[in-house]
């Protein structure tokens, strides 16, 4: 079997050595699902992408953790997409509406490239669903921090998600969120008795200014981390805010969410919601990739 191109690439950030670390394999058609578990695993990364040709749309990504497939991955996602435009993969001028085939379906994304040649790749995520939490004292126990330090009266405790449920809590200042000390046991219950795959932590004080909110993600599958860059919980998130306008009308086609500060890998996250009336319309997160290493695999 020849060797495979692999590159790490870090996801929703301009810079080496922040965002959201990912490995992509390139023409991965020739890997059944074995070689492309131990791939993961030899690449030790939270997400490897496999780039494969796709009968249904412009490209076909699966994800791997070290530990099994998982249906999506949004940080992956991105760091791939960028690569691939990078190489010219959509073609010279990549812009315009295109398909990405993953397990969860068919989804659109597309390119936006600036006079520059600054890659953004924005991805759609499914219409949100939202279901009320009321377990104050739980969640408050769970991230260990005191109930008067949550948001939760002014923006309640919901599950949402747009392709992975999330559970999203607010909370005061980003002197609360720096201080957050989760116990690993209780996210695990939390997220298991709520059936979420992360508990997203933010709050409306941020360290950029031009940044919206700042958040920080407890990840509970396959294992737990805290995760730099959340591309799925961010979607969440900005469609949970835009559905009870917290966010105006006027600024829900620019959300930028911060994140990875205090993991030392600094991450951007753009979000645009397209809402009627009461209906939103469309999910989409954008965000640039940086690629920090390139390589060959032999499998």
């Known amino acids: 079997m020849p060797d495979l191109d692999?590159?790490?690439?870090?996801?929703?950030?301009?810079?080496?050595?922040?965002?959201?670390?990912?490995a992509v394999v390139l023409d991965?058609?020739?890997?059944?699902e074995m070689q492309m578990q131990r791939v993961a695993v030899e690449m030790a990364v939270k997400s490897t992408a496999f780039v494969m040709r796709s009968k249904k749309a412009d490209v076909r990504l699966r994800y791997f953790t070290p530990v099994s497939e998982e249906p999506i991955c949004g940080h992956s996602t991105i760091?791939?997409?960028s690569a691939l435009a990078e190489l010219e993969a959509f073609g010279s001028s990549p812009g315009g509406r295109r398909r990405l085939e993953t397990t969860l379906g068919i989804l659109p994304f597309h390119v936006e490239r600036t006079g520059d040649g600054e890659i953004t790749i924005w991805m759609t995520q499914r219409k949100p669903m939202f279901a009320g939490v009321d377990d104050v004292t739980g969640v408050a126990s769970a991230l260990?921090?005191?109930?008067?330090?949550?948001?939760h009266e002014e923006f309640p405790i919901c599950r949402a998600s747009?392709?992975?449920?999330?559970?999203l809590v607010s909370v005061r200042s980003l002197d609360a969120i720096e201080r957050l000390e989760p116990k690993q046991a209780e996210v695990f219950e939390l997220a298991r008795e709520h059936e979420v795959n992360a508990v997203y932590v933010y709050t409306w004080n941020v360290v950029d200014r031009d940044s919206t909110l700042h958040a920080r993600c407890f990840a509970v599958t396959p294992d737990y981390h805290e995760d730099p860059a959340s591309a799925m919980p961010a979607g969440a998130?900005?469609?949970?805010?835009?559905q009870h306008e917290f966010i105006p009308r006027d600024r829900l086609d620019c959300i930028v969410v911060e994140q990875g500060t205090w993991?030392?890998?600094r991450s951007r996250i753009l979000a645009r919601i397209e809402k009627r009336g009461s209906v939103i319309r469309k999910v989409e997160v954008g965000g640039s990739a940086f690629v920090s290493l390139r390589g060959k695999l032999t499998v």
């Open 6 to 22: 692999v590159l790490k690439v870090d996801a929703f950030t301009r810079e080496p050595l922040a965002g959201n670390p990912a």
């Open 28 to 32: 991965a058609d020739q890997l059944d």
């Open 79 to 81: 760091g791939a997409l």
């Open 144 to 151: 260990g921090i005191d109930v008067d330090k949550m948001f």
């Open 162 to 167: 747009t392709g992975i449920p999330c559970l």
């Open 237 to 242: 998130l900005c469609s949970y805010l835009a």
């Open 263 to 265: 993991l030392g890998r």
